[in-house]
């Protein structure tokens, strides 16, 4: 089991900054591709941002690409998702999530994640 704890959120302004952080509990955390995702007001749940277990290959949605970059610890068992240039359109709650300890691929889709964190608001105001 690996649990998943998010952190970073608030409440900002168009153009604004935030850095979430995502730590994982386990000794598995450097296997595990790690993702973000987002869920908006009526919307379903999207990807933000993949990494895999070493941290040398990253991919983005596109709607985020030169805003967002996506960073992990393996030593500290975590994963982060720096945010600039924040815009309204980007509140959500975001969701960090974990696949099987595999040292496999990146992973896009939401059914390929095992483990889920409870979210953290991210709130942009225009």
């Known amino acids: 089991q690996v649990q998943l704890g998010e952190s970073g959120g608030g409440l900002v302004q168009d153009g604004d900054s935030l850095r979430l952080s995502c730590a994982a509990s386990g000794r598995t955390f450097s296997r595990r591709t790690m993702g973000w995702f987002r869920q908006g007001p009526g919307k379903e749940r999207e990807f933000v941002a993949i990494?895999?277990?070493?941290?040398?290959?990253?991919d983005y949605a596109d709607s985020v690409k030169g805003r967002f970059t996506i960073s992990r610890d393996n030593a500290k068992n975590t994963v982060y998702l720096q945010m600039n240039n924040l815009k309204p359109e980007d509140t959500a709650v975001y969701y960090c999530a974990a696949t099987m300890a595999d040292r496999g691929p990146l992973r896009v889709r939401r059914d390929e994640y095992s483990y889920w964190g409870q979210g953290t608001q991210v709130t942009v105001s225009s």
């Open positions: 990494i895999n277990w070493s941290g040398d290959s990253t």
